[in-house]
């Protein structure tokens, strides 16, 4: 497992009685709860059992020790209230402090003595509203008996602390149908980028409304988290905020504290949710402590028993469900990662996936797939049909043509938004809708012409092998092979580059691959510029034209908010299903700023440093050559070279500092072209892989990190460095620790 030993002691959830309820008890030493919290966590707590969802707070969004009112859920009452408010404390922040009425007093009085009319000033646009929660608290605990077995097992295998469990509390409320308006889905909460390095999640299965697989991928998070972040507030903190997030508060700062970062750190996104994450935490594990005295005497949902069986071929859900004697309500209910699509049958369950049935609704369990005619058992699944937008399209022009709604459009292509669409994005379409040739005649790839690149470096595509590559640009696969010094033509991927033979980008990769050989066995060291090690790689068969990539979110049965925090006013502004047919124009204009913040979010769980310092230097990541940063700034990569004093046969390094020229292209704009090339590198290799576990590998004289990541593990240098932001891969020591992740192919 993990370089740290935690040692995980089940102190709590405890079943004392029946009926009774679990309790955690917290260990000080994971979970520390610093004294500038204290507000912030009694704030929670009050939310949490005071007041439910028919009602909540006006408070100070900064200090939340301040609350101003406690008001019925009422749109016209809270604003009336919120406006008074904030005439009031400009009022006191105009320096007076007598002939004061009865409200400005009592605003006064909730504000420690000597407050200066700088910080009431500050608080006039602070005024917040927070939904209480203490019905749904509730709920979410009586739900949480379904699960909390699972949920303690899966964290006792992986060494965690117990405490972790509490989570869905603030995530979802134990509800494994919760999809928030931020896109999140399932009763961990997981966005599509985060939740596709562990889960399978597209348009025929979204594994993050599994409630038990996601306990999985939830814990796995957790635990990387913590790998490279060093505490517990601050890997709880990045599972709201990225782990990506949460390096950049550390580096800003300079401190790991997490008092320090709540109060100073300014990120852009890291908002009121954010800041408020591990107070939530730590409250809602004292709420469970004391639950009895906030609630009474519970009876938990009980946990329910299941038969699993592994599918042997594509089986329509119907037939499944009509086979083995249960209702197809019954089945959907249990399989949550199967989308709707499988149950309106326009696709089948798919092979190799394990189905749960209640054990109470089978007589003979290890004979389920018997009861199933082999006439229906299908080889393959029911093919997609699909469309490519182009310009003029909308949602709604879209729909009208295929004969289909907009909410079936948006549902079946997990869209983020119902009012934005991109040209050259590919869109499923029902399987019962009409399809024109000459609509779908976008769907074929066209043919390009074969122009061999100027650095003689190849980006590998989706689809791509060795002999394709190797006939487009007429050139011997052996000897693309041994180039690279690739040992397996399988083990390629997408966005690796590949040095094209009789190129100099040839010669250079051999001078880097040369560097890769082990020092002294006093210490060894790894080089690595423009070839990524090899990982498990693209297929020998070309993928269809019609495989579509994973989906950016799930629309799932029950749209809800967030258990406790969401934007000012947004509880007043419940999400609701696009229902409707409105036309929908296609929107692809962002601002840089936009587009950084969206690209950010979207690397969420990569660590790496993709900004650029003061100084306009950069640091290296893995796969990133002199031809990107050339390509993203408008220069050549010449220019680059001379500016740092580099040989031409001299290589980048990944983890060093290369100065930049931003006179043709400014800063901000080459950041977002560089996180633009690592998201589709990232999103690319997690549509076809998922990392299951990790293990720690001890360094031996004479290993070679490269050759151990390539050979032993298949894993990418970018997801290397990842799970090993603080190793200098180019002075590792015999007996250091590198963690590897454990990947498995995807679907």
């Known amino acids: 497992?993990?370089?740290?030993?935690?040692?995980?002691?089940?102190?709590?959830?405890?079943?004392?009685?029946?009926?009774?309820f679990p309790l955690w008890a917290q260990e000080n030493d994971h979970f520390p709860r610093p004294p500038e919290l204290e507000p912030a966590v009694q704030f929670w707590i009050r939310?949490?059992?005071?007041?439910?969802?028919?009602?909540?707070?006006?408070?100070d969004s900064q200090h939340l020790s301040v609350i101003y009112r406690h008001l019925p859920l009422d749109r016209t009452g809270i604003e009336t209230n919120r406006k008074q408010i904030q005439d009031d404390l400009s009022v006191l922040a105009s320096g007076r402090r007598t002939n004061l009425t009865a409200s400005q007093k009592a605003i006064l009085d909730l504000w420690p003595t000597g407050v200066t009319n700088a910080t009431l000033a500050q608080a006039v646009p602070n005024v917040r509203w927070q939904l209480g929660q203490s019905d749904r608290f509730l709920a979410g605990l009586q739900r949480s008996g379904a699960y909390r077995s699972h949920i303690n097992q899966v964290i006792r295998e992986k060494n965690l602390p117990l405490e972790l469990g509490v989570l869905p509390h603030v995530e979802s409320s134990f509800n494994p149908n919760a999809f928030s308006s931020a896109s999140a889905a399932g009763m961990w909460q997981f966005g599509a980028s985060t939740g596709q390095r562990f889960m399978r999640?597209?348009?025929?299965?979204?594994?993050?409304?599994?409630?038990?697989?996601?306990?999985?991928?939830?814990?796995?998070?957790?635990?990387?988290?913590?790998?490279?972040?060093?505490?517990?507030?601050l890997a709880l903190t990045a599972y709201n905020h990225g782990a990506g997030g949460m390096s950049r508060a550390i580096r800003e700062l300079g401190t790991d504290r997490i008092e320090r970062i709540v109060a100073d750190y300014k990120g852009r996104a890291f908002g009121f949710a954010s800041r408020n994450f591990y107070a939530q935490f730590l409250a809602v594990v004292d709420v469970?402590?004391?639950?009895?005295?906030?609630?009474?005497d519970l009876h938990l949902d009980p946990a329910p028993e299941f038969v699993e069986v592994t599918t042997d071929a594509y089986i329509d859900a119907e037939v499944f469900a009509s086979a083995i004697g249960i209702?197809?309500?019954?089945?959907?209910?249990?399989?949550r990662a199967l989308r709707p699509v499988v149950w309106d049958g326009s696709k089948r369950i798919p092979k190799d996936f394990t189905i749960k049935v209640r054990r109470s609704a089978v007589r003979d369990s290890g004979a389920l797939l018997a009861m199933i005619s082999a006439?229906?058992?299908?080889?393959?699944?029911?093919?997609?049909?699909?469309y490519v937008v182009v310009r003029g399209d909308s949602l709604s022009v879209i729909a009208d043509r295929f004969d289909t709604s907009v909410s079936r459009l948006v549902s079946l292509n997990q869209l983020p938004s119902s009012n934005r669409i991109q040209i050259g994005q590919r869109l499923l379409l029902p399987q019962d809708s009409p399809a024109p040739q000459t609509l779908l005649a976008s769907v074929s790839t066209p043919s390009e012409p074969v122009t061999v690149p100027a650095d003689g470096l190849y980006n590998v595509r989706r689809g791509d092998t060795v002999s394709l590559i190797a006939a487009r640009f007429s050139v011997a696969e052996a000897?693309?092979?041994?180039?690279?010094?690739?040992?397996?033509?399988h083990l390629i991927y997408p966005g690796q580059q590949l040095a094209l033979p009789g190129s100099p980008a040839a010669s250079s990769v051999t001078a880097i691959n040369a560097a890769d050989v082990p020092r002294p066995p006093v210490e060894l060291s790894y080089t690595g510029e423009s070839v990524d090690i090899a990982s498990p790689g693209v297929r020998d068969e070309p993928v269809s034209i019609q495989e579509v990539t994973a989906p950016q979110l799930a629309l799932v049965d029950a749209i809800l908010p967030p258990a406790a925090v969401l934007p000012d006013d947004q509880e007043l502004q419940l999400p609701s299903r696009?229902?409707?047919?409105?036309?929908?124009?296609?929107?692809?204009?962002?601002?840089l700023e936009q587009n950084n913040e969206r690209l950010a979010d979207a690397l969420s769980v990569d660590p790496s440093d993709y900004s650029v310092a003061s100084n306009g230097s950069i640091e290296i990541q893995a796969s990133e050559t002199l031809g990107h940063y050339a390509d993203w700034l408008g220069l050549r990569a010449w220019d680059i070279r001379r500016l740092n004093n580099m040989a031409y046969t001299e290589p980048v390094i990944t983890g060093k500092r290369l100065r930049l020229d931003f006179s043709t292209v400014n800063a901000n704009d080459f950041e977002v072209r560089r996180r633009e090339y690592h998201l589709q590198l990232q999103q690319e290799f997690f549509s076809q892989y998922r990392i299951q576990d990790v293990e720690t590998y001890r360094v031996s004289a004479n290993d070679n990190i490269g050759s151990i990541a390539r050979i032993r593990y298949s894993t990418p240098l970018w997801l290397l460095r990842q799970y090993n932001p603080e190793l200098d891969f180019n002075r590792v020591q015999i007996g250091q620790e590198v963690v590897f992740p454990l990947l498995e192919p995807a679907g």
């Open 327 to 335: 209702s197809l309500e019954q089945l959907r209910a249990d399989n």
């Open 201 to 233: 999640i597209d348009h025929i299965v979204d594994e993050r409304m599994d409630p038990y697989t996601a306990t999985y991928a939830a814990m796995s998070l957790l635990e990387y988290n913590y790998s490279i972040l060093g505490t517990w507030p």
């Open 288 to 296: 469970e402590n004391n639950a009895r005295r906030y609630f009474g």
């Open 375 to 386: 006439d229906q058992k299908f080889t393959v699944q029911t093919p997609d049909v699909s």
């Open 479 to 489: 000897e693309l092979l041994q180039v690279n010094q690739l040992r397996d033509p």
């Open 578 to 591: 696009p229902d409707n047919d409105d036309a929908v124009a296609v929107d692809v204009h962002l601002t």
């Open 47 to 59: 939310v949490y059992t005071e007041v439910d969802t028919q009602s909540g707070f006006l408070h």
């Open 1 to 20: 497992m993990y370089k740290y030993a935690v040692v995980a002691r089940l102190l709590g959830l405890i079943l004392l009685l029946p009926g009774a």
